[in-house]
């Protein structure tokens, strides 16, 4: 399973709607300082996600919760985005190059065969991405902001 932690924007009849922050792998290690790529990753802005996800438990806004998905659903979507369309692209210009023999016939072949690989992942993808499987389930809920404030006044 793979677990990010996300934030609640709003909860409205079982569906939480979610914030979730992109973070780097990057900057961990001991060569961040000289590393070209943690540079990079510094320059870029930080970007997010949103996303829904069913909760029967009533949620706040601001409340932390963590999301998992199964790694399995998770590299199946993958090759079919990617795969997908290098296939067809590969494919297409193969088949055109041997019938034809000549580049700009290789060309056009990849490039519809790519464009197809493309429209059929797509197609798959909104499939796939109605089945529970594929969905992100919520594994964990951090006490709401206004619990740990109240938790703060007593403690005073």
């Not at 609640?8 to 009849?13: D, L, M, N, P």
């Not at 659903?73 to 034809?100: H, N």
């Not at 519809?112 to 529970?132: E, I, S, W």
Request: aromatic residues 8%.
């Amino acid at each position: 399973m793979i677990k990010e932690w996300a934030t609640v924007i709003s909860w409205r009849q079982g569906v939480a709607q979610l914030r979730c922050e992109q973070h780097s792998g990057c900057g961990n290690c001991h060569s961040r300082s000289s590393c070209g790529t943690s540079i990079l990753n510094q320059m870029a802005p930080e970007s997010t996600q949103r996303l829904n996800v069913i909760s029967k438990q009533p949620l706040v806004p601001g409340q932390r919760v963590e999301v998992g998905i199964s790694e399995s659903s998770l590299i199946r979507s993958a090759l079919l985005v990617y795969m997908l369309p290098l296939v067809g692209l590969i494919g297409c210009a193969a088949l055109m190059q041997g019938w034809f023999n000549t580049d700009l016939a290789a060309a056009f072949g990849g490039l519809v065969g790519g464009t197809g690989g493309f429209m059929l992942a797509r197609f798959y993808a909104q499939k796939l991405g109605d089945k529970r499987q594929y969905q992100p389930v919520i594994l964990q809920i951090a006490l709401p902001p206004s619990a740990l404030y109240q938790e703060h006044e007593k403690a005073k």
